[in-house]
């Protein structure tokens, strides 16, 4: 079974704050996302990455930026927290076109 | 008009009903359709995966394409409270970088 893990599943975060939300997959797969999810907005992709080191904007990059240094981990970074990036941010991989996710970080920014 | 649209609910039905749930979208270009269910607090996980039209069954779980129409559906049979979640239908066509685009999910409960 495919799994992916991330690093925490409840933060607190102060306004300003560097955030770190890690994403480690364990299926050796290509591609890796990051979205995140709100009521009424559904799921948005943030970025996403096709191989190591190699990334792209997704539809709502603004305030954000990823790392992808080795192909089993994806980082998603808020370079200075804000509180509407208050959220549920979603990690995926894939091989292909299915998508496997992990659990979730819901995200407060105080 | 969004690029795929799904009926959010809520959806609440009795035990052992048969469900419904669709999706319409318009991009032409979508071949690859997939449905994920998620439980509140919890991560999506893919339920059913289809390529181009057709059908496929996967236990109580039927999903149809009908690409003419640009509609998807999810049938779940003898429905039981365990598939009281969210419903996400979610599509991709080829050169998309593999990139997936949701519907906003239906919310289901089924009542004991």
């Known amino acids: 079974d495919v799994k992916v893990t991330q690093s925490s599943r409840y933060l607190v975060k102060r306004t300003g704050e560097k955030v770190f939300l890690e994403c480690v997959q364990d299926?050796?797969?290509?591609?890796m996302f990051w979205y995140r999810q709100d009521p009424g907005l559904g799921l948005r992709l943030i970025y996403f990455?096709?191989?190591?080191?190699?990334?792209e904007k997704g539809d709502i990059p603004e305030g954000y930026s990823v790392s992808r240094e080795k192909k089993e981990r994806f980082s998603l970074i808020l370079e200075s927290a804000s509180t509407n990036q208050t959220s549920m941010y979603l990690c995926?991989?894939?091989?292909?076109?299915?998508?496997?996710f992990g659990p979730g970080t819901r995200l407060t920014v105080l | 008009q969004k690029e795929v649209e799904q009926d959010p609910g809520p959806l609440s039905v009795p035990e052992g009903a048969i469900v419904s749930l669709n999706c319409t979208y318009s991009?032409?270009?979508?071949?690859?359709f997939m449905w994920y269910r998620q439980y509140s607090r919890k991560g999506p996980e893919l339920l059913m995966y289809?390529?181009?039209?057709g059908n496929k069954e996967d236990g109580r779980f039927t999903a149809q394409v009908d690409k003419s129409s640009k509609y998807i559906s999810l049938f779940i049979r003898d429905s039981q409270p365990s598939d009281s979640a969210t419903y996400l239908c979610?599509?991709?066509?080829?050169?998309?970088?593999?990139?997936?685009?949701f519907g906003k999910g239906t919310l289901l409960t089924v009542n004991p």
């Open positions: 995926a991989s894939s091989e292909g076109y299915e998508q496997f």
């Open positions: 299926m050796d797969h290509e591609n």
């Open positions: 990455s096709y191989d190591v080191k190699m990334k």
């Open positions: 991009n032409s270009a979508f071949q690859y």
């Open positions: 289809t390529y181009s039209s």
């Open positions: 979610a599509m991709s066509a080829v050169g998309s970088n593999y990139k997936l685009t």
